[in-house]
């Protein structure tokens, strides 16, 4: 069982790690904290559990004293880092859905280096002690050594606030507004007549233009299609949703829905004057075919962004109260499997270690060592959990395998 668990972590943080290196629509900001988090998390199963796999096994410490401190020095490192690494994912979301664009805009590369920098800094800051004499002596056994971690009760209280209570604390509190914040959407979204998609059209006319990212930075300013931008970033909360690109200064007042095409580079939006839809590849060829020859087409260059405009029936309009519901429960669900997972997984070991320290117990071995291998499972479900529902995380692992 062990075995499996550090072949899940190695594997799938790896596959995350590899897949946002390599794949162009995975390089956002946004997924940079999900590679930090696949980063610790691979390193707890590459150096962390096979020292304590042989620890837990042979039931005393072979390796000596200096390696059993950078050891468990290293341990509580990664751990920490996994965990603010979460909590700086959480706060990451938040930002973008309560502040989207004044957010996206300060969200720079410099930032997001700082950002995690200061998680590695402050998981260091919370390992360094022991190694500076902030410990107790290491027991031993019959004569045997062992490796525990610090039972200096000043030391445990200041890593276990440090490492998870206040993380959690703050993690709670996000995810709650988050919480908040996608139903208030939904709710509004039920007011909104044209914010879904709808299913088919009739006619049609195509209009171009370049760069509207870039347009959207130099206006300062919402277009009524902007909100979408917000809702991505909740559709990137639940990573169930596809990405959106807001299109300022446009008279459309309906939702825009985009996805990258890998092979064409071309991100492709089909607009309507109830909703958006999603273009297929063969779709998105085809526009491209018929403005090949047109002069806008060529003024505009490469990277050329396609609106189709069409106009439907109501009767082809999905329900919109359905679909609002539909994508509160997503969130909803999702954010449950996000807290459950992190809290289940690591809340038994720190209030065991924190109480037992205080306290001056011992908890039985058998508990202690099901809880604390519990905490690594953590490290193999982040990268399930985070990337596993969404569809370019996917798509590029199965380019990978």
């Known amino acids: ?227 979408m931008n917000s809702d991505d970033e909740m559709s990137q909360m639940d990573t169930m949703m596809p990405d959106t690109t807001a299109v300022p200064d446009t008279e459309v007042t309906s939702g825009v829905e985009s996805t990258t095409d890998p092979e064409m580079g071309y991100k492709m939006i089909s607009v309507t004057n109830h909703g958006a839809k999603l273009l297929t590849h063969d779709e998105q060829r085809k526009l491209l075919s018929e403005d090949t020859d047109s002069d806008a087409h060529k003024s505009l260059g490469d990277k050329t962004k396609h609106i189709h405009f069409s106009e439907e029936t109501d009767s082809d309009s999905l329900s919109i109260k359905h679909i609002a519901r539909a994508r509160e429960r997503r969130a909803t669900i999702v954010l449950g499997i996000i807290m459950a997972t992190f809290i289940g997984c690591w809340l038994p070991f720190f209030s065991i270690y924190l109480i037992a320290s205080l306290a001056k117990l011992k908890a039985p071995d058998s508990v202690f060592a099901v809880i604390f291998w519990l905490g690594y499972v953590n490290s193999a479900l982040n990268p399930i959990i985070y990337t596993i529902f969404n569809q370019d995380f996917r798509k590029a692992f199965k380019k990978i395998i």
């Open 1 to 227: 069982i062990v075995t499996g668990i550090m072949l899940v972590i190695v594997i799938g943080n790896g596959l995350v790690v590899i897949a946002i290196a390599k794949d162009r629509q995975l390089k956002g900001l946004q997924n940079w904290f999900i590679a930090s988090l696949a980063v610790s998390d691979l390193f707890v199963g590459l150096l962390i559990m096979p020292l304590s796999l042989a620890n837990e096994l042979m039931g005393y410490w072979y390796f000596g004293t200096v390696l059993c401190e950078l050891w468990l020095a290293t341990d509580v490192l990664l751990c920490t880092a996994s965990i603010l690494n979460l909590c700086l994912i959480s706060l990451d979301r938040y930002w973008s859905i309560t502040r989207a664009i004044s957010y996206v805009r300060q969200r720079t590369k410099t930032r997001a280096i700082v950002m995690i920098t200061l998680v590695w800094l402050l998981s260091m800051i919370l390992c360094f002690p022991p190694l500076a004499g902030w410990k107790r002596p290491q027991p031993s056994i019959h004569g045997l050594p062992l490796c525990v971690l610090s039972k200096e009760p000043g030391y445990v209280v200041y890593s276990t606030v440090g490492s998870f209570y206040i993380p959690l604390i703050v993690m709670i509190l996000v995810y709650f507004k988050i919480f908040l914040a996608a139903r208030e959407r939904a709710r509004r979204n039920l007011k909104k007549p044209n914010a879904l998609p709808p299913t088919n059209g009739k006619s049609s006319s195509t209009t171009s233009f370049s760069n509207p990212s870039r347009q959207m930075e130099d206006h300062g300013k919402l277009s009524p299609t902007a909100e």
